[in-house]
Every structure is written in C-alpha cells, then in structure tokens.
C-alpha cells in the first residue's frame, strides 16, 4: 500500500500519467490483489492516507480546482472527488500474470475486477517468423560469419526452428516422462547472444591455429633448404681439415722423439726420488718417535720449572738460618749436591723412630746455597749431562716415601719445588738413555739425506732443460692442432646443425603431415563452424531441463535441421567434446563430477552458459561438486530460508565470491530477480545492482549457482526464462560406475587405488601432452630469424618431442593397464548393477507416496554396509562373494525400505523388485510387465473381436485379447476360450484359480506367464499370484511380514537422524515409543503440532538436544513450515553444541508438501497392521516380552494372551474387507491391545490375591465389551 502512496500523488496532486507494473510473483499474500481488485472496481484504495495525510492532499488539490472552477466554494468532498477522478484518468495497472498452472484461474475467479476491468493482452508464443526476424538481426548484421548469404538464410531458419522444435517438444516430453518445461523469448535471445559469443571464439582459435601450423610449416621447409646449403659448405671445411692434419702429423713425430728422450731422463730421476722418498719418510718416522719420546718426559720438566720459578732468593736465606732444618729438606739438598757433582757426606744408615735414612751433607748444602748464582744454577742445570752413575746415587734418595712435593711443602714451602726438579731430573735422565741412540742414528741419516739431495738436484736441472724443449716443441704442435680444431670444431657445428635440423625434421614429420592435413581442413572446419555452433549453443541453451534420452533426441533433430537445410555441420558432432577439452572433463572427475555423458553435459551447461544455473538434483551430486570445485574460491553456501540470507548474498556479490542456494522450491524470492536478471548498473567506476530500493556492490567474479532437491519440479516459465535449468538427476550408469568404484574399494583396495591413480596420471598426462603440442608449435611458429641458427630453440623443441613421446608411451601403457584393471573390476559388476536397480528403485516409490524419499547418501550408506557385513570367508571365490554379497544388499535394502512402507505398499516393493531382477537379467521383456500393470485397459470393446460367451465380462475379454497380443505361448487364447467356453467358466469360477491348473495352457507357461493369465481373467486373485511368483523367483522371505523392531531402528539412527512415523487410520507409533523410552529409561516431551505451536516445538527441541532426552513432534502436517526449520536446524547441527542421546521423533500423516530434505535424512518407520492372520499374530508376540510372560503366575495367563492377540488380528483383519468386515470402517490399533492387557494382568493379580477363580464373563465383557467395542455404536 505505501507503493500506491507516491502513485496517488504523482496521478492526482501533479496531474501526470503514471503506470504501477505488478508480476504475479510479487504476490507474496493473496490479500495484495484484494487491494487491486477494489482499486480497478472503484479507482479508489479505501483509507490509504491517514488524517493527516489526507488533510495535505486537499490543501494541494484546491489549487488546481478553484483555477478549473472559479469562484466556486468547494467542499472537502468535491476537492477528494476531483483528486480521484485525477488518479482514475492517469493512474494505469499493467498486471503482468502467467497464464500456466491454476493461480490465474483461481484469482480471476477470486477477484474478478481483474478480468473485467481489465483489457487483456494474452501473450501467445512468438511464430516462427518473428524467431526468424530476431535471428535474421543478428546473422546479418554479424560480420564475424564467413560464410555465403544463401547459407546465413538457411542458418536463420535453423535457429527459429530449434526454438520451435523445443518448445513443441516440451509436450511430448510431458506426455512421456510426465515432466514439465519450458522455453520462453528469453531462452531464444540467450540461444542468439551464446551462438554469436561461441562462434567468434571459435573462429579465433582456429585462424590462431592456422596461422601458427602455416608459419611452423614454412619454418621446417626454410630449414630443409639450409640443410641442403650446408652439405655443401661442410665439404668445403672438410677439405681444410686434411691440410690441418697434416702439419699436425710432422710435429707430432718430432715431438714424440724428444718426448722419448725427456721421459728417459724424468725416469731417473724418479728413480732417485722414489728412493729419496722412501728414505725420508724412514727418517721421518725415527724423528717423530725421538719427540715422542721426548714429550713424555715434559710434562715432569714443566712441573719442575714451574716450581723452581717458585723459589727466590728469601726462601734460600731462611734456610740458611736453620741449624738444623727438617729431615727430607736435608735430603732434598742432598740430591742437588749430587747432581751438581759436590762433595757429599760418605753414606751411613741410622735409625731414628725405625725409619732407615742417609746421613745428610747439610754442611756442603749450605756452601752451595751461598753461592749468589745458586738458583740460576739450576736453572740452567745441563740436564744432558747426567750419567747413570748419578742416577743410582740418587736412588736410595729418592726412592724413600716421604720424597714427594707435598711432604716437601709442609717441611719448608716453596723451597719444595727443588724435590720436584731433582724427580725430574731422574725421569728425563731415564728417558734420554733409551732416547739418545735413536737421535745419533737420526742425525746420522739425515746427513746421508743431505748428500742425495744435492744429487738429485743436478739431475733435476738435467730434466728441466729436456722439459723445456719438450715444451716448445709441444707449444708449436698445440698452436698447429688448435688450427686444426677450429677448422673440425666449425665442420662438427656444421654438422650437429645438420644433424639437429635432419634430426628436427625427421622427428616433426608425423607433426608435419598431420599439420598439413590439419591445414587443409581448416577452411572447411571453419565453414563447418555455421552448423556445429548452431547445435552446440542450442544444446546449452535448451536442454538442460530435458533427461539423457530426451537430450540425445534432441540433438539428433538440431542435427537433421542442419543437414535437411544443407548448412554445413560435422557429421555425428559429439557437443561435450566439441566445447570442453578432455583435460576440462578430466579435472571435473577429480572434483566429483561423474563421468558419464548426461553429468559431462551438465558440467557444460554450468560453466558456458550465460545464464546462472538451477539444478535439479535430488541426489544431491551436482551440489557437492560445486561446493568441491568452488571451494578453493571462498564458497558460501546459503538458502532461501537462511536468517542471514540477504547479508550473504550482498557479501558474495560484493567480493565476488561465488555462492551455491541450496534446496530452493517452486518459487523463488522476488528479491534476486534482479540477480538472476543479471541487472547491473554502472555508477561511476563502480558496478552496482538494486536489491529492493537498496544498491548493492558487485563484483564480476560473483558466481551463483542454485540447486533443488526435488526430483519433478515444476519451475515457472519466468524462473526459466531467468535461469539455465539443468536436469543432474542421477542416471542408471552413471551411478553403476559409482557403486562399482565403492564395491571395488571394500573388495578389492588395491585395484580401485591403481584405477584412480590411473586416472590422474591420464589426465595429468593428457594435458602434459596437450601442452606440449601447443608448445611446440608455439615456439616454432614465433621463432625469429634463421630455424637452425638458434640451437636453443631447436634443443628444446627435441626435448619437447621427446617428453612427448615418452607421455605418449606412458598413455599407451595406460591404456593396456586400464583395460587389464576394467577387466578385473567388472567381476564385482553385477554387484554395483543390483544397487542401481535397487536405487531406482526406491526413487520409482517416491511416485507412490510422496513421503517415500531416501537420498542417495543414505543409500550408499546401506550398500557399504551389505558389503561389511554379508558373509565372507578367507579364500573365498570371487563369483560365491558376489553373489553373497548381492544377496545380503537386495534383502537388507528389502528390509530397510519396507519398514517406512504402508502394508499396501509393501508387495508393491516386491514385485517391482522381482520385475526389474528378472528385467535385468533379460528373462522377462518390458512388454510383458506393460501387459500386467496395463492390461487391455488400451483397448476397445467396440473394436475387438466380440466375447464368446456371456459369462465374460467386457474388462476380462480385453485382458485376454491383450494377453494373447503379448505372449507368443497364448496367443491363441481368445480361441481356447471360445472353444473350451465352459472348461475356462469352471475355473473361472474356482475360489483359488491361481492354484488350479490354468486349462490348456497350464505345463507351457512360466511363472510370470501364468501370473498373465490370472491378472486377465481373475484380477481379484492376481495379488495371491504375485506372491506365488516373487516367492517362486526371488524367496519367500521377501513376502514374510517383518514386526517392526523399534530399539533397533532408535540404535541405528543419531541426533542428526530425526525418525519419522508415517500415520496411518489405526496406526499409532506414541504407544510403542513410550514404552521403549520406559525401557531405556529416557525421558520423552511431545508435543502436537499446530497453529501457533512452534514457539513452543522450539523450545522442546532445544531442551531436548542439551538434555539428551527424546522429543516427539505429532501430527506434522500441521505445520510444515515449522518442519523446513527442524531440517535446517538437524543439518546445521554442531557435535558439541549437542547431546548425541537427543532423539527426535516425527509423526506425520502423508502430505505432499512435506520437506523432502527432511524426509532424505530420516528414518521413515510405519506401524500398520501386517497383511494376514499369521503375520498379525507375529506382529502382536513382537510387542509381547518376556517380562509381560513373567507378570502373571496363573496357568491361564499364556492362553488368555494368545486368545487376546488372535482376537485382536482377527478384528483387524476384517477392517480390510470393507463392509464385508465392519460396516462403519472402526479404528482397531495397539492402545486396544495393550489396554486389554493390563486389565487381565491386573484381574488375574486380583484374582490370586483373593484366592478365588478367574470370572470369564467379566474379562469377556471388559474385553470385548468395552475396550473394543465401547467406542462402536452398532451392536
């Protein structure tokens, strides 16, 4: 209403036109066009302005009137009505609604001011003349086309008739895969601009790569020509060459004689160094053991210095004042008298305190301690001078115990030194006894060393004049063998310059001639161009909506077009190989995309088109290869129901960083329109676009791509004329491969390991060797100058052929290991064929019931977990594992998917099991399974051949006609049946026919023939036939009723997998779930769903996931838009932020507009009656537990448990058979059961209590009167 504000203003106050454009998709509220609808019956919005408001208007407004009307006195009410009439004449609608689906007819209806007060301009598909005229604009006036006017024609209605082609085509495509799509002017001009854009860029690179073969071509001629001129020069130098060697040669001969001579006389006097040398190095060796000898004595002569330098002359005066100084200081002096060779006191042992000592010569030490050299003496003691007569003089001295520095010490400090000196003396005396023989031989040698040295230096002298005539000699042969060098160097340039350019040559003739041939065709590749971009671009621009199947025919009608116009178009065009390199499609399979054609073609479609990209991919493929490729780019990943959507989209576009929407529906929020329009504006140097009044920053690095989970959506023709709408469903094969790669990697690691290293080692060496190519023939065709003048350039062009080579061989070998590897895995085929099927499978049962969705995660899932856990043996054959392996997968998905089917649905399952099994394996035809879902429900009664016999009914006629028209073995049964009228009647009438031998026909058909035959004549009987034929084909174990174990399905889910209990009328999941959370002592908050709810589901929902408790959300079908919430929440789920006991449980009735991201992460779980009194039963003994046995002690407890739970199956049962069982349909479910229960375990504790006998007629009046049959009010 504020929009109409200004509008009123402008219209009534100014006097102006105006126009208010309104698209359907701006109707978020239906009570927006209840505005409209009043405005158009009335030209007037009741209280749009306020007092206020309105007060300023009339003020505006009496301007204008009092000059229309002068001297008039107007009142409010004449001033507002001249106002409106105002905004009536100038205010203008423009409505823009699509005419598709029911909305139009349903608002037209709601409010008819639209059709009656408005004119209508029904835009009908442009004719295929203004498509020409459009295409005709744009192939006309591009000069870019190198091609004739005739051909620009044709190609003018090429283009026209590939957009009337697809839109034709988008019906059949309804009629046969019931999937709608659309094609709009918008797809057709996008088709013009991608067919303009990939043409010019094509073109380009092929004149780039013409002109680069044309100038390397001319390059590899010019060198063969130098290769010719330079055989000739080369002779020339040879010539040369012979003069040089033979002056060469008579040096040489002089050299060698003088060379004779210098070597005879340096063999002397090597001779002489030789011995020299050795005699040396003997003399070496007697110095060094001398001066080792030597050195060990140093350390005590060190010592003794040092503690002589201690001594001064004080300490030598103070000892002169003793009379009579200690004992060892005597002695001390006595060995230095001894050494200097002094008179000494003859010898006379004494025995003071039982000590053996020498009389001292005190007296004489005192003598010589008065001498003023006495310290300067020892000093320069000549220590060489002491013979051994000394030493053993010394010894009884210095042998005594007492004879040490630090006895010394104590008697007279340092004057002790001198016991040290005289030790070392003595040591080095014995030393130098063993030493100084050696040191008389080693002077002795030395001398002799002295006079062969000066021999050998005359016979030096000698050889240095003989050398330096050899060396003269040898300057004139090098300067004469450098002449001849320079000359063989420029000949062997030469000829490494022919050799290299033979060499080239030779090595770029395969290059050479594929150029040449490559530069033949360019013209026609060129004119080619006209047809191949005209598919190509219609490929990118149409059939992104459309299947493979559909794509492919498609194709094949863009290409008939071209050839019936005879526009010149490449026969059998591959378009993926056409517009993307294998290296491109190579990098998209190492970042998730599969490799199959249809994902190849999407991965096209994403990157070339100019449109942004909405996929449809409900398995979710499509999404994680964006999210793989994008991520290096600063990905944002985002939804429509995201509270910080907006902000994310303006931050993406703003630093242009690309950004995935995610599970978006039907319809899309009218804020990215001008996104998706792609709506920028230029302000000043900046790129702007205008979200809702606001502008926002853009950059041209944004990306945005949008995907949906629905498997069969139908998009507006506005969203497609917006977007490029790509179908990545998941194909047959291509998921095949999947499984195949996932089997392999359980079963055989290290095959599967070798494969994917294979794979990247092809694609790395595709483009290695790509490189190389384009490399080479860059380098030659912008090389300068003379080819084989610049070795460097012709180096690396051989080691360019030679790295290709050796990739090429490498590729090669690759080729053979993937072929040995390919045949290795296609044992463990069949196993991946199975989960294909089964996948399909499951997606086929989504069409039943649209709450039957399972995602492909949870899918591989249940394939990874056959594999882990189906038997297996060490040694176990191959073939035996498969087959385990197929087995265990087919029954456990069986198993897994029927526990969220409704009885109904469940023998459904299995007979499209069993079908597609037998399908598969080519043991039953397609025509076959058409004839029993079909029947003769295709053909007339009027048109046929008229029943034989009355007793047939129209329907069953039809069924045999159309039976014999499909089995060869019956197809004379029209006639057995007119021929044997009453045989057929009599089995006919059979209560179980499908027991009974079929007449005629019965030992030549096969199970599935006679299940034919009993759908035909007897349609009530044909499920029992089915199940003979399931149990016959694939086991009964498919077709036994299974109870639903409710702990084991809780185990197997988490706090992300919420479990969802599909109701049903009579089936109640609370019951069970509360007794299993009893069980496992665990607290359950529930709460139904509803208006107004939410707030406090939210409020449960969080308790619960900090608690660890279980949360049951009833009846949510109540409040979808509440449940879109609880999946975002469960997939945004942190592990820490969570308590992992969390449980949440959904129940639901059926609702197709349930969230199906929510129902392909759940564990989908029913609880109806089972099909049948012995399944009942077993459905009831799996409720019933050891404890219940246990409660009661009584003898009749076990019978009366048995007799309630077969009347309880009993009565559920006849619910089945309508009004045959129950003329009102009553509810029986397990709150009966269990009700029942209690109360004869509470009788029977009463009972025994009190002693007294059990009362039959009050348990049977309890029982059947009132808990069954209290709420029923029929008797």
């Known amino acids: 209403l504020e929009d109409f504000k200004p509008l009123y203003r402008t219209a009534g106050v100014l006097n102006k036109g105006v126009a208010f454009i309104f698209t359907d998709k701006e109707i978020k509220e239906e009570s927006f066009l209840e505005y409209l609808n009043i405005f158009l019956n009335t030209g007037e919005v009741p209280n749009l302005f306020a007092r206020d408001e309105y007060d300023a208007i009339i003020g505006e407004v009496s301007v204008p009137y009092m000059a229309l009307f002068k001297g008039s006195e ?51 598909p442009w004719p295929e003349a203004a498509l020409g005229e459009v ?51 918008k797809s057709y001009l996008s088709f013009m601009e991608a067919y303009a854009d990939v043409y010019v860029k094509k073109v380009q690179h092929i004149d780039m790569l013409a002109s680069s073969i044309r100038t390397g071509l001319s390059k590899l001629v010019e060198a063969g020509e130098d290769v010719a001129r330079m055989k000739v020069e080369l002779k020339e130098k040879e010539k040369g060459l012979v003069i040089a060697q033979e002056k060469s040669a008579v040096l040489l001969q002089e050299i060698t004689a003088s060379t004779a001579r210098a070597e005879k006389k340096k063999a002397e006097v090597q001779d002489v160094k030789d011995k020299l040398a050795g005699d040396a190095d003997i003399i070496a060796g007697q110095k060094e053991a001398v001066e080792r000898d030597l050195e060990a004595a140093q350390p005590a002569l060190d010592a003794a210095q040092s503690a002589l330098s201690a001594i001064n002359p004080k300490d030598i005066g103070l000892l002169k004042q003793l009379k009579n100084p200690p004992e060892i200081i005597k002695r001390i002096f006595d060995c230095v008298l001894i050494l200097f060779g002094n008179d000494l006191k003859p010898s006379a042992l004494v025995k003071p305190k039982e000590m053996l000592q020498l009389d001292d010569s005190w007296s004489s030490a005192l003598d010589m301690m008065s001498k003023p050299t006495f310290l300067r003496d020892i000093f320069n003691f000549d220590k060489d001078a002491i013979n051994d007569e000394t030493i053993e003089v010394l010894y009884p001295y210095i042998s005594a115990p007492d004879f ?52 050998l230096a005359k016979a030096q002298g ?36 022919m050799d290299s350019a033979n060499k080239l040559i030779n090595g770029l003739e395969g290059e050479r001639h594929r150029w040449t041939s490559m530069s033949e065709e360019f013209a026609n590749e060129t004119l080619r161009l006209i047809g191949d971009v005209a598919i190509s671009c219609g490929f990118i621009s149409y059939v992104g909506p459309f299947n493979s199947n559909f794509r492919q025919t498609l194709l094949e009608r863009f290409y008939k077009g071209c050839v019936d116009r005879e526009i010149p178009v490449t026969s059998d065009l591959k378009v993926s190989s056409f517009l993307v390199d294998a290296g491109t499609i190579g990098d998209w399979a190492l970042e998730g995309l599969p490799s199959d054609e249809l994902s190849v073609q999407n991965g096209i479609m994403v990157t070339r088109s100019s449109k942004w990209p909405l996929l449809i991919d409900p398995q979710g493929q499509g999404l994680q290869w964006l999210k793989k490729r994008e991520q290096v780019n600063g990905l944002k990943v985002t939804s429509l129901l995201d509270r910080k959507f907006r902000n994310t989209l303006e931050d993406s576009m703003s630093f242009g ?13 009218p804020i990215l329109d001008p996104v998706l329009d792609k709506a920028v504006q230029k302000k000043g140097k900046a790129l702007v676009i205008v979200l809702a009044d606001k502008e926002c920053e853009y950059d041209t690095k944004f990306k945005l791509s949008l995907t949906s989970k629905l498997a069969n959506p139908h998009f507006t023709p506005e969203l497609f004329a917006q977007v490029t709408v790509i179908n990545f469903t998941v194909t047959m094969g291509g998921l095949e491969q999947q499984l195949l790669a ?31 190519e384009d490399d080479l023939l860059f380098r030659l065709a912008n090389s300068t100058g003379n080819l084989l003048d610049d070795t460097e350039l012709i180096d690396v062009l051989n080691n360019t052929k030679v790295t290709s080579a050796e990739v090429s061989e490498k590729l090669a070998n690759a080729e053979d290991t993937d072929k040995r590897i390919n045949v290795a895995r296609e044992e463990y085929r069949p196993v991946a064929t199975r989960g294909a099927l089964l996948y399909f499978l499951i997606v086929d049962m989504s069409a039943v019931n649209p709450m039957y969705q399972t995602s492909l995660v949870q899918f591989l899932g249940l394939f990874d ?42 023998v459904v399952w299995v007979l499209m099991l069993t079908m597609k099994i037998e399908s598969v394996a080519e043991t039953l035809s397609q025509a076959y399974i058409q004839c029993l879902l079909k029947g003769g429900g295709a053909l007339d009664i009027k048109s046929e051949r008229p029943k034989p016999a009355a007793w047939i009914p129209d329907n069953v006629w ?18 057995s049946v007119a021929r044997n009228d009453q045989l057929w009647k009599h089995w006919y009438d059979e209560d179980a026919p499908e027991e009974t031998k079929i007449p005629e026909y019965d030992d030549r058909l096969s199970l599935f023939e006679k299940l034919l035959v009993v759908r035909s004549i007897r349609e009530d009987r044909a499920l029992l036939s089915v199940q003979t034929y399931i149990s016959n084909t694939i086991g009964q174990r498919y077709i036994d009723s299974r109870p639903l174990n409710l702990r084991d399905t809780e185990e197997e889910a988490n706090f992300r997998t919420p479990l969802v209990a599909l109701l049903s009328r009579g089936a109640d999941v609370t019951g069970i779930i509360m007794d299993l959370a009893k069980k496992k002592k665990v607290q359950v908050t529930s709460i139904s769903l509803g208006q107004g709810q939410e707030p406090a589901a939210r409020k449960l929902v969080s308790a619960g996931m900090a608690a660890g408790s279980w949360v049951m959300l009833q009846n949510c079908h109540l409040g979808l838009k509440y449940m879109v919430e609880v999946e975002q929440q469960l997939i945004k789920l942190d592990e820490d932020s969570v308590n992992p006991l969390f449980r949440l449980w959904i129940t639901v009735e059926p609702h197709p507009k349930f969230p199906i991201g929510l129902l392909q992460i759940s564990i989908k779980i029913t609880n109806e009656p089972p099909v049948g009194i012995r399944a009942g039963l077993k459905g009831s003994y799996a409720w019933l537990n050891q404890d219940v046995l246990d409660a009661v002690s009584q003898p009749q407890w076990k019978s009366m448990l048995f007799a309630l739970c077969f009347m309880h199956t009993i009565v559920q049962e006849r619910r089945k058979f309508g009004p045959l069982g129950f003329n009102v349909p009553y509810e029986f479910n397990q709150s009966d059961l269990s009700a029942s229960v209690q109360f004869m375990q509470n009788h029977l504790n009463d009972v025994e209590t009190k002693k007294r006998p059990v009362d039959w007629t009050v348990v049977n009046y309890m029982v059947c009167e009132v808990q069954y049959g209290g709420g029923k009010n029929h008797d």
């Not at 240095?464 to 042969?477: G, I, S």
């Not at 294979?758 to 490189?771: G, P, R, S, T």
Request: net charge positive; hydrophobic share 40%; with cysteine.
């Open 74 to 124: 107007p009142t409010k009410e004449d001033l507002w009505a001249f106002f409106i009439d105002r905004v009536r004449a100038n205010l203008h609608l423009v409505l823009c609604f699509s005419p598709v689906g029911v909305k139009f007819r349903n608002r037209a209806m709601a409010f008819p001011g639209l059709i009656n007060n408005c004119t209508i301009d029904w835009f009908l």
């Open 135 to 185: 295409a005709a604009r744009m192939v006309l006036n591009n000069k870019d086309l190198q091609c004739s006017e005739p051909v620009k024609h044709k190609l003018i209605s090429q283009m026209a008739s590939t957009h009337r082609q697809v839109s034709l085509s988008t019906n059949e495509y309804f009629e046969q895969f019931r999937r709608i799509a659309y094609v709009t002017p």
């Open 404 to 455: 040490t520095y630090e006895d010394a010490k104590k008697a007279s400090g340092n004057v002790a030194g001198l016991c040290t000196w005289v030790k070392a003396m003595e040591m080095y005396t014995t030393i130098a006894k063993v030493v100084r023989p050696k040191m008389e031989e080693l002077r002795a040698a030395e001398g002799k060393l002295k006079v062969a040295n000066q021999k």
């Open 462 to 497: 000698e050889l240095d004049a003989v050398q330096d005539e050899l060396n003269r000699m040898q300057k004139d042969f090098d300067e004469a063998m450098a002449t001849k060098q320079r000359i063989q160097d420029d000949a062997d340039a030469t000829q490494r310059k």
């Open 657 to 669: 960083t690309p950004m995935i929407i995610e599970n978006v529906e039907e319809e899309l929020d």
């Open 742 to 772: 996932r089997v392999l990697s359980f079963e055989r690691a290290e095959l599967e390991e070798q494969r994917q290293k294979l794979v990247e080692d092809v694609n790395n060496n595709k483009k290695i060797l790509k490189q190389l």
């Open 865 to 906: 977990y056959s594999i882990l856990n189906s038997e297996k043996k060490p040694n176990m054959l191959a073939s035996k594992r498969i087959g385990l392996i197929i087995d265990y997968l087919t029954f456990h998905t069986t198993a897994y998917v029927q526990r969220g089917l409704f009885e109904r649905h469940k």
């Open 958 to 975: 039809l069924n045999i006609i159309a039976t014999s028209q499909t089995v060869l073995m019956l197809r004379d049964l029209p006639d």
